[in-house]
């Protein structure tokens, strides 16, 4: 059966390793010894995969004009999910990296049909407010939405047109429509545009993004292949990272409430989401203890590992500790919790004051339609 990633779909990705096989990406593990101060998400094997990360960091490493780019569509509220992308974006800021972070605006109005004035809505007060209260430095950040940009930046989606085909297109993403086809194509010119000399000249850019986003990467990279005698555009880096599951056992998602721990959730609710969560507990206290838990398919596991245990020790202690049966779901879930709480307590706070930031910034850079 053929493997396809849709990036506008809700399908899980469950076996990381065939995107090996089928599409070329390759194990990160393979350019980790690079790093000498990796992500947690690197070290924990989160970041599973990379196109050309090993030219990226060599660039940047010898001092070369290198650049971090990846967006979010504002289809909804800014969830636990999409927090790992930014962590990903502050880490590559404090690197001296310059960072660019792009609100798919052109595409949640084509493609989720949100209207006009919420997706600005959302992007300002729920993107960007969101990535400058978990780290991202606002001065150092360049902010952007699709439909505000400059004339070169649209020249070049018209002509990307001229060497893609439908087929093509519908190879790659499935059942395709207009909307999405300028999506796509979208989305070759904002991974692509800063490697022009008139609009960035970086000498590469990288784009941290999770897996299903990968078909728009490949497509972008055939594109600067066959445009290499025309414009002078160089082909996108990228790292991929795991999803969390949802809480509900899904994939996690704005439009669906009950999958999500959303940044800007009543404190409480968000606790007993944590509590409803789907584990890797067996069927009874008495079983636990005698075959151990699966803390691989554990949601409650995922959010220790993800964001909420940064100490690798700790997080091997709670892993060991659920494989013997020392550790029921239910001291988990109190310890996952009572994290989460000191967590959204601190991050809420510092939230007002970044909406602030975010709406300054709107005015500057002035989305319209």
Request: with cysteine; net charge positive.
């Amino acid at each position: 059966m053929e493997l396809r990633i849709d990036p506008w779909g809700s399908t899980v990705i469950r076996e990381y390793e065939k995107l090996f096989q089928y599409f070329g990406i390759k194990p990160f593990r393979e350019v980790l010894h690079l790093i000498d101060k990796p992500h947690m998400y690197m070290t924990r094997g989160i970041i599973f995969g990379h196109r050309d990360f090993d030219k990226f960091w060599k660039l940047y490493r010898s001092g070369r004009r290198v650049a971090v780019l990846t967006g979010f569509m504002p289809s909804g509220r800014f969830h636990i999910g999409h927090k790992m992308v930014v962590e990903q974006l502050v880490y590559y800021q404090r690197l001296g990296i310059d960072v660019y972070m792009l609100i798919a605006d052109a595409e949640a109005y084509a493609v989720r049909r949100i209207p006009r004035s919420e997706v600005i809505r959302i992007g300002v007060e729920e993107y960007i407010a969101n990535a400058i209260a978990l780290g991202l430095d606002s001065e150092k950040t360049v902010f952007y939405f699709q439909t505000n940009q400059r004339p070169e930046y649209y020249r070049l989606i018209q002509l990307f047109s001229r060497k893609v085909t439908f087929n093509e297109l519908e190879a790659i993403y499935g059942s395709i429509e207009p909307a999405k086809i300028m999506a796509a194509l979208t989305q070759v010119a904002d991974v692509t545009f800063l490697t022009h000399p008139s609009m960035g000249g970086y000498e590469a850019v990288l784009v941290p993004v999770g897996a299903d986003q990968d078909p728009h990467l490949r497509l972008a990279r055939d594109l600067v292949e066959r445009f290499s005698s025309e414009i002078e555009l160089k082909q996108p880096s990228s790292t991929y990272h795991r999803f969390m599951t949802g809480l509900d056992g899904g994939k996690m998602s704005s439009s669906r409430p009950e999958s999500a721990i959303f940044l800007t959730d009543d404190i409480e609710e968000a606790k007993k989401k944590v509590f409803r969560a789907l584990t890797g507990g067996r069927a009874t206290a008495e079983e636990q203890r005698r075959l151990g838990g699966e803390p691989e398919k554990c949601v409650v596991f995922e959010l220790f590992a993800y964001h909420l245990v940064k100490d690798d020790k700790e997080l091997k202690r709670i892993y060991d500790e659920c494989r013997s049966g020392l550790r029921l779901c239910g001291q988990c879930k109190r310890e996952a919790a009572k994290l989460l709480e000191e967590f959204l307590r601190e991050h809420q706070e510092k939230l007002a004051q970044a909406r602030e930031e975010a709406r300054r910034i709107a005015k500057e850079i002035k989305p319209s339609f």
